[in-house]
């Protein structure tokens, strides 16, 4: 045991912190949700919260709000993740073959990675602009000059998909974080399991399907996770372009915000809690395979 006590009392203070600050805060935030701690004067003590159990997730299920709510954060993410995926694949693949300009290209197409969800959601809500005709501006306005004004439409406004629309920004500043995970991974690939494949008389396309893609599950696994994790996180994007009034664009975060916002600090820490789990069942398996895979 001696011979733990030096790391441990090394690494002791990040502990404590991360103890305080994340588990402790979790704890308690599950702690409100099962409270009825709905009001400013409970908040504030002058009312003391009751324990209530689950009435309020029974009550936030219930809801036809928050189960529409729930289905834009799935239209979210199917289209985000498989947007930046698709298109972060497909450009590294290209990549991977020497091109002129290459370098420079994987320069530009990072380059929205470094840029804040808030500086782009300034932007990309002028570009999503659902006025049409005359007073077209943005996206609408460039399919108008071109002679594509068939294209126009409400984008973010749209009713049904109007969530679906938010998603092309956050495809645009997250697929190039894809395409460097798959050109990584691309280029780890030995140049000796190439050179056999050819040898074989395998064509490129077979080499890419049989030898490469094969080992790039690591890669498409990481991938996944992390844009799946960062759409059901997020909130700045959206509530840059559109607002928390807005039915259509509406996702759990922004049920939280507005919530908390009306001192409902119950059904906000329940939303709180509901996305936790989410993402718990998104990642928890991940690292359970990632760990068994360390030890075979």
């Given at each position: 045991m001696k011979k733990y006590a030096a790391p441990l009392l090394l690494i002791s203070p990040s502990l404590i912190l991360v103890g305080i600050f994340v588990y402790v805060l979790?704890?308690?935030?599950?702690?409100?949700?099962?409270?009825?701690?709905?009001?400013?004067?409970?908040?504030?003590?002058?009312?003391?919260?009751?324990f209530v159990g689950l009435d309020n997730y029974?009550?936030?299920l219930s809801s036809p709000d928050f189960r529409h709510s729930l289905m834009n954060l799935v239209i979210f993410t199917v289209v985000f993740l498989g947007g930046a995926?698709?298109?972060?694949?497909?450009?590294?693949?290209?990549?991977?073959?020497?091109?002129?300009?290459?370098?420079?290209?994987?320069?530009?197409?990072?380059?929205?990675?470094?840029?804040?969800?808030?500086?782009?959601?300034?932007?990309?809500?002028?570009?999503?602009?659902?006025?049409?005709?005359?007073?077209?501006?943005?996206?609408?306005?460039?399919?108008?000059?071109?002679?594509?004004?068939?294209?126009?439409?409400?984008?973010?406004?749209?009713?049904?998909?109007?969530i679906a629309a938010i998603a092309l920004p956050a495809i645009w500043q997250l697929s190039g974080y894809v395409m460097a995970l798959f050109l990584a991974g691309f280029r780890g690939v030995p140049d000796e399991l190439r050179e056999a494949g050819r040898m074989d008389?395998?064509?490129?396309?077979?080499?890419?399907?049989?030898?490469?893609?094969?080992?790039?599950?690591?890669?498409?696994m990481s991938a996944l996770v992390i844009i799946a994790h960062m759409s059901l996180k997020s909130f700045d994007l959206i509530m840059s372009i559109s607002k928390p009034s807005n039915y259509q664009t509406k996702i759990p975060a922004v049920d939280m915000f507005v919530f908390k916002s009306s001192f409902d600090y119950a059904n906000a820490a329940a939303v709180g809690t509901i996305l936790l789990i989410i993402v718990g069942v998104l990642i928890v398996p991940y690292l359970i395979q990632q760990h068994r895979e360390r030890r075979s």
């Open positions: 979790m704890a308690q935030n599950v702690w409100t949700s099962l409270t009825d701690n709905h009001t400013a004067a409970h908040a504030n003590g002058v009312q003391p919260s009751k029974i009550a936030l995926m698709i298109t972060g694949f497909v450009w590294a693949w290209l990549l991977d073959r020497p091109i002129k300009g290459g370098r420079v290209f994987q320069t530009i197409y990072l380059f929205p990675m470094a840029v804040s969800f808030v500086a782009s959601g300034v932007v990309w809500r002028w570009l999503l602009n659902s006025n049409q005709g005359e007073s077209a501006s943005g996206l609408n306005r460039l399919f108008q000059m071109v002679g594509l004004g068939f294209l126009q439409n409400p984008w973010w406004n749209n009713i049904t998909w109007g008389g395998a064509s490129e396309w077979q080499i890419y399907r049989h030898v490469i893609f094969p080992q790039l599950t690591p890669i498409i």
